[in-house]
Protein backbone atom coordinates (compact mmCIF):
# COMPACT_ATOMS: atom_id res chain seq x y z
CA UNK A 1 0.00 0.00 0.00
CA UNK A 2 1.16 3.67 -0.49
CA UNK A 3 2.51 5.38 1.85
CA UNK A 4 -0.52 7.75 3.14
CA UNK A 5 1.43 10.24 5.31
CA UNK A 6 2.52 11.63 1.75
CA UNK A 7 0.21 10.83 -1.29
CA UNK A 8 -1.80 13.42 -2.78
CA UNK A 9 -5.42 13.30 -3.94
CA UNK A 10 -4.44 12.90 -7.59
CA UNK A 11 -2.15 10.72 -7.10
CA UNK A 12 -3.92 8.64 -5.11
CA UNK A 13 -6.82 8.96 -7.61
CA UNK A 14 -4.74 8.03 -10.45
CA UNK A 15 -4.14 4.63 -8.47
CA UNK A 16 -7.67 4.18 -8.04
CA UNK A 17 -8.82 5.27 -12.04
CA UNK A 18 -6.05 2.41 -12.98
CA UNK A 19 -7.05 -0.42 -10.62
CA UNK A 20 -3.76 -0.56 -9.04
CA UNK A 21 -5.82 -0.21 -5.59
CA UNK A 22 -9.79 -0.08 -4.85
CA UNK A 23 -11.61 1.84 -2.92
CA UNK A 24 -12.12 -0.34 -0.11
CA UNK A 25 -8.26 -1.34 -0.16
CA UNK A 26 -7.56 2.68 0.72
CA UNK A 27 -9.95 3.06 3.27
CA UNK A 28 -9.41 -0.01 5.29
CA UNK A 29 -5.46 1.63 4.70
CA UNK A 30 -6.84 4.59 6.39
CA UNK A 31 -8.86 3.30 8.89
CA UNK A 32 -5.62 1.50 10.16
CA UNK A 33 -3.53 4.92 9.56
CA UNK A 34 -6.45 6.41 12.08
CA UNK A 35 -5.87 4.04 14.04
CA UNK A 36 -2.34 4.28 14.89
CA UNK A 37 -2.35 8.69 14.89
CA UNK A 38 -5.30 9.17 16.47
CA UNK A 39 -4.14 8.48 20.32
CA UNK A 40 -1.22 11.20 19.33
CA UNK A 41 -2.98 13.39 17.27
CA UNK A 42 -6.89 13.53 18.20
CA UNK A 43 -8.13 15.05 14.73
CA UNK A 44 -11.42 13.07 15.28
CA UNK A 45 -14.47 13.22 17.25
CA UNK A 46 -16.00 10.44 14.87
CA UNK A 47 -15.26 7.75 12.42
CA UNK A 48 -17.67 6.98 10.11
CA UNK A 49 -15.93 3.18 9.39
CA UNK A 50 -19.03 1.23 8.66
CA UNK A 51 -20.32 4.35 6.32
CA UNK A 52 -16.96 4.48 4.82
CA UNK A 53 -16.23 0.89 3.93
CA UNK A 54 -19.89 0.85 2.45
CA UNK A 55 -19.27 4.05 0.40
CA UNK A 56 -16.45 2.68 -0.80
CA UNK A 57 -17.38 -0.78 -2.06
CA UNK A 58 -20.33 1.50 -3.66
CA UNK A 59 -17.54 3.49 -5.31
CA UNK A 60 -15.33 0.10 -6.52
CA UNK A 61 -18.65 -1.41 -8.15
CA UNK A 62 -19.56 2.14 -10.22
CA UNK A 63 -18.17 3.63 -12.69
CA UNK A 64 -15.38 6.67 -11.64
CA UNK A 65 -17.86 9.53 -11.18
CA UNK A 66 -14.33 12.23 -10.96
CA UNK A 67 -11.07 12.65 -9.25
CA UNK A 68 -12.61 12.42 -6.19
CA UNK A 69 -14.14 8.90 -6.53
CA UNK A 70 -13.11 6.82 -3.69
CA UNK A 71 -10.86 9.49 -2.08
CA UNK A 72 -11.51 9.64 1.91
CA UNK A 73 -12.44 13.55 3.28
CA UNK A 74 -12.78 14.22 6.58
CA UNK A 75 -15.20 16.78 7.71
CA UNK A 76 -15.34 19.61 10.07
CA UNK A 77 -17.86 19.02 13.61
CA UNK A 78 -19.89 22.13 12.81
CA UNK A 79 -20.88 20.88 8.97
CA UNK A 80 -23.85 18.71 8.90
CA UNK A 81 -23.20 15.09 7.99
CA UNK A 82 -26.88 12.83 7.61
CA UNK A 83 -24.71 9.56 9.07
CA UNK A 84 -22.77 10.84 12.05
CA UNK A 85 -23.66 13.21 14.61
CA UNK A 86 -22.35 17.02 14.19
CA UNK A 87 -21.69 18.26 17.97
CA UNK A 88 -19.79 21.34 17.32
CA UNK A 89 -17.65 20.25 19.64
CA UNK A 90 -19.78 21.42 22.75
CA UNK A 91 -21.83 19.40 25.49
CA UNK A 92 -24.88 21.52 24.25
CA UNK A 93 -24.92 19.69 21.15
CA UNK A 94 -23.81 16.40 22.64
CA UNK A 95 -25.53 13.02 20.31
CA UNK A 96 -26.92 15.81 17.64
CA UNK A 97 -27.99 14.43 14.61
CA UNK A 98 -29.74 15.30 11.55
CA UNK A 99 -31.55 13.92 8.49
CA UNK A 100 -29.66 16.55 6.29
CA UNK A 101 -25.83 16.97 4.68
CA UNK A 102 -24.58 20.09 4.06
CA UNK A 103 -24.24 21.59 0.78
CA UNK A 104 -20.92 20.85 0.39
CA UNK A 105 -20.76 17.73 1.91
CA UNK A 106 -23.63 16.23 -0.25
CA UNK A 107 -21.51 17.95 -3.20
CA UNK A 108 -18.67 15.60 -2.24
CA UNK A 109 -20.51 12.39 -1.79
CA UNK A 110 -22.02 13.47 -5.42
CA UNK A 111 -18.18 13.49 -6.61
CA UNK A 112 -18.02 10.12 -5.23
CA UNK A 113 -15.67 11.23 -2.19
CA UNK A 114 -15.66 8.43 1.14
CA UNK A 115 -17.09 10.89 3.93
CA UNK A 116 -14.18 9.19 6.68
CA UNK A 117 -15.20 11.15 10.09
CA UNK A 118 -15.98 13.90 11.89
CA UNK A 119 -12.86 16.11 13.01
CA UNK A 120 -12.13 18.26 15.93
CA UNK A 121 -13.26 21.72 16.41
CA UNK A 122 -13.26 24.16 19.09
CA UNK A 123 -16.33 24.47 21.00
CA UNK A 124 -18.96 26.25 18.50
CA UNK A 125 -15.69 26.92 16.17
CA UNK A 126 -15.11 29.98 19.00
CA UNK A 127 -11.38 29.25 19.61
CA UNK A 128 -11.41 29.89 23.06
CA UNK A 129 -11.28 26.33 24.92
CA UNK A 130 -7.81 23.92 24.00
CA UNK A 131 -9.15 20.94 21.73
CA UNK A 132 -7.74 17.38 22.69
CA UNK A 133 -5.88 17.88 19.20
CA UNK A 134 -2.23 17.90 18.62
CA UNK A 135 0.78 19.24 16.58
CA UNK A 136 2.16 16.76 14.82
CA UNK A 137 5.53 18.79 14.12
CA UNK A 138 5.19 19.09 17.91
CA UNK A 139 2.94 17.38 20.04
CA UNK A 140 3.75 19.82 22.98
CA UNK A 141 2.23 22.58 20.32
CA UNK A 142 -1.19 24.40 19.40
CA UNK A 143 -2.50 22.68 16.31
CA UNK A 144 -4.33 25.75 14.86
CA UNK A 145 -7.98 26.07 15.24
CA UNK A 146 -10.65 26.65 15.06
CA UNK A 147 -10.66 23.50 12.56
CA UNK A 148 -7.83 21.85 14.37
CA UNK A 149 -8.44 17.87 13.43
CA UNK A 150 -8.31 19.51 9.30
CA UNK A 151 -5.21 20.12 9.08
CA UNK A 152 -3.52 17.83 11.73
CA UNK A 153 -5.48 14.95 10.25
CA UNK A 154 -4.31 16.10 6.53
CA UNK A 155 -0.41 16.73 7.75
CA UNK A 156 -0.33 12.84 9.21
CA UNK A 157 -1.93 11.33 6.66
CA UNK A 158 -5.23 10.34 8.33
CA UNK A 159 -8.02 11.55 6.34
CA UNK A 160 -6.50 13.04 1.76
CA UNK A 161 -8.62 16.18 2.63
CA UNK A 162 -10.79 18.02 4.77
CA UNK A 163 -13.49 20.51 4.84
CA UNK A 164 -13.41 23.29 7.16
CA UNK A 165 -15.00 26.46 8.39
CA UNK A 166 -13.07 30.02 8.34
CA UNK A 167 -14.26 33.23 10.08
CA UNK A 168 -10.81 34.75 10.76
CA UNK A 169 -8.69 31.84 9.46
CA UNK A 170 -10.14 28.80 11.58
CA UNK A 171 -8.89 27.05 8.14
CA UNK A 172 -5.53 28.85 7.39
CA UNK A 173 -4.57 28.73 10.44
CA UNK A 174 -4.22 25.17 11.39
CA UNK A 175 -2.80 25.12 7.68
CA UNK A 176 -0.08 26.71 8.31
CA UNK A 177 0.97 25.35 11.88
CA UNK A 178 0.87 22.10 10.04
CA UNK A 179 2.77 22.23 6.44
CA UNK A 180 -0.49 21.84 4.84
CA UNK A 181 -2.16 23.88 2.43
CA UNK A 182 -5.50 25.67 3.83
CA UNK A 183 -7.86 27.22 0.76
CA UNK A 184 -10.62 29.83 1.74
CA UNK A 185 -12.63 30.60 -1.31
CA UNK A 186 -13.84 34.08 -1.94
CA UNK A 187 -17.06 34.85 0.36
CA UNK A 188 -20.22 33.32 -1.43
CA UNK A 189 -18.52 30.77 -4.01
CA UNK A 190 -19.01 27.96 -1.64
CA UNK A 191 -22.25 27.31 0.16
CA UNK A 192 -22.38 27.39 3.92
CA UNK A 193 -25.63 26.01 4.15
CA UNK A 194 -25.68 22.88 6.77
CA UNK A 195 -23.19 24.80 9.01
CA UNK A 196 -23.94 24.88 12.24
CA UNK A 197 -25.98 28.44 12.86
CA UNK A 198 -24.25 28.39 16.56
CA UNK A 199 -20.80 27.90 15.22
CA UNK A 200 -21.07 30.69 12.59
CA UNK A 201 -20.71 34.36 12.26
CA UNK A 202 -22.39 34.39 8.76
CA UNK A 203 -20.91 37.37 6.85
CA UNK A 204 -17.41 36.07 7.75
CA UNK A 205 -17.89 32.39 7.63
CA UNK A 206 -16.24 30.68 4.60
CA UNK A 207 -16.24 26.88 4.00
CA UNK A 208 -12.63 26.02 3.37
CA UNK A 209 -10.23 23.38 2.41
CA UNK A 210 -7.09 21.18 3.94
CA UNK A 211 -5.14 19.10 1.48
CA UNK A 212 -1.37 18.25 0.85
CA UNK A 213 -0.98 20.27 -2.62
CA UNK A 214 -2.79 23.00 -4.52
CA UNK A 215 -3.87 20.96 -7.13
CA UNK A 216 -5.73 19.19 -4.62
CA UNK A 217 -6.90 22.31 -3.26
CA UNK A 218 -8.03 22.78 -6.89
CA UNK A 219 -9.72 19.76 -7.28
CA UNK A 220 -11.73 19.97 -4.06
CA UNK A 221 -13.08 23.45 -4.97
CA UNK A 222 -14.37 21.97 -8.19
CA UNK A 223 -16.83 19.71 -6.55
CA UNK A 224 -17.91 21.82 -3.83
CA UNK A 225 -18.03 25.50 -5.05
CA UNK A 226 -21.17 27.43 -6.97
CA UNK A 227 -24.61 28.92 -6.52
CA UNK A 228 -26.68 26.87 -4.00
CA UNK A 229 -30.51 28.57 -3.82
CA UNK A 230 -30.04 26.92 0.04
CA UNK A 231 -27.63 29.35 0.76
CA UNK A 232 -28.18 33.30 -0.11
CA UNK A 233 -24.92 34.75 0.44
CA UNK A 234 -23.76 32.02 -2.46
CA UNK A 235 -23.46 34.42 -5.78
CA UNK A 236 -24.43 32.55 -9.21
CA UNK A 237 -20.73 33.12 -10.69
CA UNK A 238 -19.58 30.68 -13.02
CA UNK A 239 -17.25 28.18 -11.83
CA UNK A 240 -14.34 28.13 -14.15
CA UNK A 241 -11.69 24.64 -14.31
CA UNK A 242 -9.44 25.24 -11.73
CA UNK A 243 -7.21 22.96 -13.23
CA UNK A 244 -6.86 24.71 -16.77
CA UNK A 245 -4.70 27.50 -15.51
CA UNK A 246 -2.76 25.31 -12.76
CA UNK A 247 0.73 25.50 -14.94
CA UNK A 248 1.11 28.47 -16.62
CA UNK A 249 3.56 29.93 -14.11
CA UNK A 250 4.26 33.54 -12.22
CA UNK A 251 5.91 34.80 -15.22
CA UNK A 252 4.50 38.80 -15.70
CA UNK A 253 2.04 38.65 -12.22
CA UNK A 254 1.87 41.54 -10.60
CA UNK A 255 1.61 40.39 -6.29
CA UNK A 256 1.47 43.40 -3.77
CA UNK A 257 2.98 43.55 -0.77
CA UNK A 258 1.94 45.56 2.23
CA UNK A 259 4.80 46.03 4.66
CA UNK A 260 3.12 48.94 6.87
CA UNK A 261 0.12 46.32 7.90
CA UNK A 262 2.18 42.55 7.17
CA UNK A 263 5.57 43.28 8.52
CA UNK A 264 4.89 45.16 11.78
CA UNK A 265 6.54 44.28 15.03
CA UNK A 266 3.99 41.41 15.43
CA UNK A 267 5.75 39.34 12.65
CA UNK A 268 8.68 36.92 14.52
CA UNK A 269 11.53 37.37 12.46
CA UNK A 270 11.88 33.74 11.80
CA UNK A 271 8.76 33.81 9.75
CA UNK A 272 9.48 36.99 8.06
CA UNK A 273 12.50 35.34 6.74
CA UNK A 274 11.01 32.59 5.44
CA UNK A 275 8.25 34.58 4.04
CA UNK A 276 11.24 37.33 2.46
CA UNK A 277 12.38 34.03 1.60
CA UNK A 278 9.19 33.13 -0.52
CA UNK A 279 8.82 36.36 -1.88
CA UNK A 280 12.38 36.18 -3.51
CA UNK A 281 11.30 33.12 -4.66
CA UNK A 282 8.07 34.62 -6.77
CA UNK A 283 10.36 37.12 -8.13
CA UNK A 284 13.00 34.63 -9.32
CA UNK A 285 9.77 32.72 -10.82
CA UNK A 286 9.02 35.86 -12.69
CA UNK A 287 6.40 38.23 -10.69
CA UNK A 288 7.20 41.41 -9.82
CA UNK A 289 6.64 42.63 -6.16
CA UNK A 290 4.67 45.59 -5.46
CA UNK A 291 4.39 47.58 -2.76
CA UNK A 292 0.78 49.13 -1.47
CA UNK A 293 -0.55 51.23 1.51
CA UNK A 294 -3.54 49.30 3.66
CA UNK A 295 -3.77 52.03 6.40
CA UNK A 296 -7.12 51.08 6.80
CA UNK A 297 -6.16 47.64 7.92
CA UNK A 298 -4.95 49.08 11.37
CA UNK A 299 -9.40 48.35 12.04
CA UNK A 300 -8.46 44.68 11.43
CA UNK A 301 -8.85 43.37 14.57
CA UNK A 302 -11.39 45.60 16.66
CA UNK A 303 -13.83 45.59 13.45
CA UNK A 304 -13.02 41.82 12.65
CA UNK A 305 -13.39 41.05 16.77
CA UNK A 306 -16.79 42.96 17.27
CA UNK A 307 -18.12 41.58 14.16
CA UNK A 308 -17.88 38.30 14.78
CA UNK A 309 -18.73 38.05 18.27
CA UNK A 310 -21.94 40.05 17.81
CA UNK A 311 -22.78 37.66 14.74
CA UNK A 312 -21.52 33.93 16.46
CA UNK A 313 -23.76 35.11 20.08
CA UNK A 314 -27.09 35.53 19.03
CA UNK A 315 -28.04 32.23 18.04
CA UNK A 316 -26.96 31.34 22.13
CA UNK A 317 -29.17 33.93 23.48
CA UNK A 318 -31.44 30.72 24.90
CA UNK A 319 -28.96 28.53 25.82
CA UNK A 320 -26.91 30.89 27.58
CA UNK A 321 -29.74 31.37 29.83
CA UNK A 322 -31.28 27.61 29.90
CA UNK A 323 -27.89 25.52 29.86
CA UNK A 324 -24.75 28.30 31.01
CA UNK A 325 -22.70 25.40 32.60
CA UNK A 326 -22.58 23.37 29.49
CA UNK A 327 -20.32 25.49 28.01
CA UNK A 328 -16.70 26.04 28.03
CA UNK A 329 -16.30 29.05 30.02
CA UNK A 330 -14.38 30.71 28.08
CA UNK A 331 -16.64 30.18 25.41
CA UNK A 332 -19.63 31.45 27.66
CA UNK A 333 -18.02 35.03 28.42
CA UNK A 334 -16.75 35.70 25.06
CA UNK A 335 -20.48 35.08 23.40
CA UNK A 336 -21.61 36.79 27.10
CA UNK A 337 -19.34 39.89 25.86
CA UNK A 338 -20.73 39.51 22.05
CA UNK A 339 -24.53 40.28 23.33
CA UNK A 340 -23.37 43.17 25.38
CA UNK A 341 -21.25 44.87 22.41
CA UNK A 342 -23.15 48.55 22.18
CA UNK A 343 -24.84 49.17 18.96
CA UNK A 344 -21.75 52.01 18.25
CA UNK A 345 -19.10 49.83 18.37
CA UNK A 346 -20.99 47.58 16.22
CA UNK A 347 -21.34 50.09 13.84
CA UNK A 348 -18.14 51.64 13.20
CA UNK A 349 -16.96 47.90 13.01
CA UNK A 350 -19.27 47.63 10.03
CA UNK A 351 -18.23 51.08 8.67
CA UNK A 352 -14.48 50.10 8.85
CA UNK A 353 -15.01 47.14 7.29
CA UNK A 354 -16.53 48.76 4.62
CA UNK A 355 -13.41 51.57 4.41
CA UNK A 356 -10.94 48.40 4.25
CA UNK A 357 -12.85 46.80 1.66
CA UNK A 358 -12.80 49.74 -0.71
CA UNK A 359 -8.69 50.55 0.07
CA UNK A 360 -7.94 47.00 -1.08
CA UNK A 361 -10.06 47.21 -3.85
CA UNK A 362 -8.65 50.48 -5.04
CA UNK A 363 -4.66 49.21 -4.39
CA UNK A 364 -5.64 46.52 -6.66
CA UNK A 365 -6.78 48.85 -9.32
CA UNK A 366 -4.18 51.39 -9.24
CA UNK A 367 -1.12 49.10 -8.85
CA UNK A 368 -2.96 46.15 -11.35
CA UNK A 369 -2.53 43.68 -8.89
CA UNK A 370 -3.02 40.41 -9.95
CA UNK A 371 -2.91 39.34 -6.13
CA UNK A 372 -1.36 40.39 -2.62
CA UNK A 373 0.98 38.06 -0.85
CA UNK A 374 1.65 38.47 2.80
CA UNK A 375 2.30 36.10 5.73
CA UNK A 376 -0.18 33.42 6.85
CA UNK A 377 0.30 33.84 10.55
CA UNK A 378 2.50 36.31 12.42
CA UNK A 379 4.13 33.48 14.24
CA UNK A 380 4.79 29.65 14.11
CA UNK A 381 2.62 27.12 16.76
CA UNK A 382 3.14 27.97 20.04
CA UNK A 383 3.67 25.65 22.93
CA UNK A 384 -0.06 24.99 24.61
CA UNK A 385 1.12 25.13 28.31
CA UNK A 386 2.59 28.51 27.83
CA UNK A 387 -0.35 29.50 25.66
CA UNK A 388 -3.17 31.85 27.15
CA UNK A 389 -6.59 32.17 24.84
CA UNK A 390 -7.26 35.92 25.46
CA UNK A 391 -3.38 37.09 25.05
CA UNK A 392 -3.01 34.76 21.90
CA UNK A 393 -6.03 34.45 19.71
CA UNK A 394 -5.48 38.23 18.50
CA UNK A 395 -1.81 37.46 17.78
CA UNK A 396 -2.75 34.53 15.39
CA UNK A 397 -5.24 36.14 12.79
CA UNK A 398 -4.22 39.70 12.42
CA UNK A 399 -3.03 38.48 8.94
CA UNK A 400 -5.87 36.17 8.31
CA UNK A 401 -8.94 38.23 9.55
CA UNK A 402 -8.47 41.18 6.97
CA UNK A 403 -9.77 38.98 3.81
CA UNK A 404 -12.76 37.43 6.30
CA UNK A 405 -13.79 41.14 6.51
CA UNK A 406 -13.41 42.25 2.62
CA UNK A 407 -14.20 38.32 1.49
CA UNK A 408 -11.49 37.91 -0.98
CA UNK A 409 -9.92 34.74 -1.47
CA UNK A 410 -6.74 33.43 0.29
CA UNK A 411 -4.55 30.44 0.15
CA UNK A 412 -1.77 29.58 2.23
CA UNK A 413 1.12 27.16 1.44
CA UNK A 414 3.78 25.54 3.32
CA UNK A 415 7.10 28.24 2.76
CA UNK A 416 9.71 26.67 5.55
CA UNK A 417 10.40 25.80 8.75
CA UNK A 418 12.04 27.81 11.97
CA UNK A 419 15.26 26.26 13.40
CA UNK A 420 13.01 24.72 15.76
CA UNK A 421 11.23 22.85 12.79
CA UNK A 422 8.22 24.43 13.32
CA UNK A 423 6.19 25.23 10.07
CA UNK A 424 5.36 28.94 8.40
CA UNK A 425 2.83 29.33 5.56
CA UNK A 426 2.26 32.17 2.86
CA UNK A 427 -0.57 33.65 2.32
CA UNK A 428 -1.82 34.24 -1.55
CA UNK A 429 -5.14 36.75 -2.60
CA UNK A 430 -6.89 37.25 -4.92
CA UNK A 431 -9.37 39.45 -6.46
CA UNK A 432 -13.32 38.54 -5.67
CA UNK A 433 -13.83 35.29 -7.44
CA UNK A 434 -10.43 35.14 -9.09
CA UNK A 435 -9.73 31.70 -7.29
CA UNK A 436 -7.98 30.27 -10.37
CA UNK A 437 -5.02 33.35 -10.26
CA UNK A 438 -4.36 32.46 -6.32
CA UNK A 439 -4.06 29.06 -6.83
CA UNK A 440 -2.08 29.22 -9.93
CA UNK A 441 0.30 31.41 -7.84
CA UNK A 442 0.31 28.94 -5.03
CA UNK A 443 1.00 25.64 -7.50
CA UNK A 444 3.63 28.01 -9.03
CA UNK A 445 5.69 28.47 -5.56
CA UNK A 446 4.90 25.29 -4.22
CA UNK A 447 6.63 22.94 -7.44
CA UNK A 448 9.62 25.13 -6.80
CA UNK A 449 9.96 24.34 -3.53
CA UNK A 450 10.48 21.42 -1.26
CA UNK A 451 8.23 22.43 1.76
CA UNK A 452 4.59 21.36 0.97
CA UNK A 453 6.17 17.25 0.01
CA UNK A 454 8.12 17.38 3.89
CA UNK A 455 5.80 15.72 6.64
CA UNK A 456 6.26 15.43 10.16
CA UNK A 457 7.69 12.47 11.36
CA UNK A 458 4.75 11.45 12.74
CA UNK A 459 3.62 11.00 8.69
CA UNK A 460 7.01 9.98 7.87
CA UNK A 461 8.15 7.05 10.13
CA UNK A 462 4.37 5.88 10.88
CA UNK A 463 2.60 6.46 14.25
CA UNK A 464 4.33 3.28 15.99
CA UNK B 1 -9.77 57.64 32.54
CA UNK B 2 -12.90 56.82 31.82
CA UNK B 3 -15.34 55.20 34.49
CA UNK B 4 -14.56 51.44 34.92
CA UNK B 5 -17.74 48.89 34.86
CA UNK B 6 -18.90 47.81 37.77
CA UNK B 7 -20.54 44.83 38.38
CA UNK B 8 -23.84 46.74 38.96
CA UNK B 9 -23.56 48.14 35.65
CA UNK B 10 -22.66 44.43 33.97
CA UNK B 11 -26.10 42.98 35.67
CA UNK B 12 -27.87 46.08 34.38
CA UNK B 13 -26.93 45.42 30.69
CA UNK B 14 -27.26 41.94 30.69
CA UNK B 15 -30.86 42.17 31.86
CA UNK B 16 -31.79 44.50 29.42
CA UNK B 17 -30.55 41.82 26.77
CA UNK B 18 -32.66 38.62 28.93
CA UNK B 19 -29.23 37.39 29.96
CA UNK B 20 -29.54 35.75 33.44
CA UNK B 21 -26.05 35.93 35.00
CA UNK B 22 -25.31 34.68 38.37
CA UNK B 23 -24.00 36.86 40.55
CA UNK B 24 -20.49 35.37 40.33
CA UNK B 25 -19.72 35.86 36.91
CA UNK B 26 -20.36 39.39 37.05
CA UNK B 27 -17.23 40.96 37.97
CA UNK B 28 -15.02 38.78 35.90
CA UNK B 29 -18.07 39.38 33.22
CA UNK B 30 -17.19 43.41 34.04
CA UNK B 31 -13.53 42.97 33.82
CA UNK B 32 -13.76 41.32 30.65
CA UNK B 33 -16.31 43.89 28.62
CA UNK B 34 -14.13 46.50 29.86
CA UNK B 35 -10.96 45.08 28.49
CA UNK B 36 -13.24 44.45 25.01
CA UNK B 37 -14.39 47.87 24.95
CA UNK B 38 -10.99 49.97 25.89
CA UNK B 39 -9.54 47.55 23.08
CA UNK B 40 -12.57 48.37 20.22
CA UNK B 41 -13.31 51.84 21.26
CA UNK B 42 -10.92 53.52 18.86
CA UNK B 43 -12.87 52.36 16.21
CA UNK B 44 -15.54 55.10 17.67
CA UNK B 45 -12.44 57.71 17.68
CA UNK B 46 -12.11 56.94 13.84
CA UNK B 47 -12.67 59.26 10.59
CA UNK B 48 -15.65 56.61 9.59
CA UNK B 49 -18.58 59.34 9.24
CA UNK B 50 -18.52 58.88 5.59
CA UNK B 51 -18.53 55.72 5.03
CA UNK B 52 -22.26 53.30 4.64
CA UNK B 53 -22.11 50.16 6.48
CA UNK B 54 -22.83 47.11 3.94
CA UNK B 55 -25.99 48.15 2.75
CA UNK B 56 -26.11 44.52 0.78
CA UNK B 57 -24.42 41.56 0.26
CA UNK B 58 -22.55 41.07 -2.54
CA UNK B 59 -18.98 40.65 -2.65
CA UNK B 60 -18.40 41.55 -5.99
CA UNK B 61 -16.34 44.70 -6.99
CA UNK B 62 -18.43 47.64 -9.21
CA UNK B 63 -15.72 49.87 -11.17
Known amino acids: MTDLGCVTIREVSRLLRQRKLSAVELIEAMLSRIDETEPLVHAYVHVAAEQALAAARRADAEAPLGPLHGIPIGIKDVLATRDAPTQAGSRLLAGFTTPHDATVVRRLREAGAVIIGKQVTHEFACGQDVPPTRNPWDLTHYPGGSSAGGGVSVAVGSSLGALGTDAGGSVRKPAAVTATVGFKPTHGRVSGWGTIRAASAPSLDHVGTFTRSVEDAALLLQAVAG??????????????????????????????????????????PEVGALVEGAF??????????????????RFTLPAGFVILMAEVAQPHRRWLV??????????????????????????????????????????????????MVTPT???????????????????????????????????????????????????????????????????AYEQA????????????AGAR | MARRLAPADVALLAELVGLRLPPEDLAPLAAALDAHLAFVTPLLHSDLDDVNPPLTHDPRWRD
Open chain 1, 322 to 371: ERPTDYVSGTRRLLELGLLIPAAHLQAALRARMAMRAEVQAAFRQARLDA
Open chain 1, 227 to 268: YDPADRRTVDETVPDYLADLDRGVAGVRLGVAPGYFAGPELH
Open chain 1, 280 to 297: KELERLGATLVPVELPAF
Open chain 1, 377 to 443: LPITSMALDEMVIDRDLPRLIPFTLPWNLTGLPALTVPCGFTPAGLPAGLQVVGRPFDETTILRIGH
Open chain 1, 449 to 460: TPWHRQRPPLAA
